[in-house]
C-alpha cells in the first residue's frame, strides 16, 4: 500500500488521475487561460532548480517562513481550485487540512463554499 504522503506533484497527479472521475482530474489538471499558470508554475520551479530533500533526519527539518506577513509552517500556499464541491465539505475540508499543517490556502471566486465557512477552520485564507 502507497504511503499517504506524497513527496512530489508527480506521484500527487498520479494518485489523483487513479482516483478522481476522468471529468474532475481532466479539470483539475487542465487550469485556466489554455494552463498558462500550470505551465508557468512549472517553469518557475526548473528555473529555480527545485529540489526537495527527503532523506535525512526529520526531526531537526525546519521549514518555516514567513510570506506577506504570514507564519507559515513551510513556503506552501495552496491555490485557488474551482473544482472542490466534488467533495460535500469542498474548501472547508481543503481549509482543514491546510490548517492542520500550518498552510493558508486562497479560496476561489468560484468556490461551492463560503468566505465565511473556510476562515472557520483555516484564519489564513488569501
Known amino acids: 500500500m502507497a504511503s499517504d504522503?506524497?513527496?512530489t506533484v508527480a506521484e500527487a497527479q498520479r494518485r489523483a488521475k487513479?482516483?478522481?472521475p476522468k471529468s474532475v482530474y481532466g479539470a483539475l489538471i487542465a487550469g485556466s487561460?489554455?494552463?498558462l499558470s500550470s505551465t508557468?508554475?512549472?517553469?518557475?520551479?526548473?528555473?529555480?532548480g527545485f529540489a526537495p530533500h527527503v532523506a535525512g533526519n526529520s526531526n531537526t527539518r525546519d521549514m518555516s517562513t514567513t510570506i506577506?506577513?504570514?507564519a507559515l509552517s513551510m513556503p506552501v500556499i495552496i491555490s485557488?481550485?474551482?473544482v472542490q464541491a466534488v467533495h460535500p465539505q469542498g474548501e472547508v475540508a481543503i481549509a482543514r487540512a491546510a490548517a492542520n499543517r500550518g498552510i493558508p490556502m486562497g479560496l476561489s471566486s468560484f468556490a461551492s463554499k463560503?468566505?465565511?465557512d473556510v476562515a472557520a477552520v483555516n484564519n489564513s485564507v488569501f
Open 80 to 82: 485557488p481550485t474551482g
Open 33 to 35: 487561460e489554455k494552463g
Open 18 to 20: 487513479a482516483r478522481l
Open 5 to 7: 504522503w506524497f513527496e
Open 68 to 70: 506577506m506577513g504570514e
Open 114 to 116: 463560503s468566505v465565511e
Open 40 to 48: 508557468d508554475n512549472l517553469n518557475s520551479f526548473d528555473q529555480l
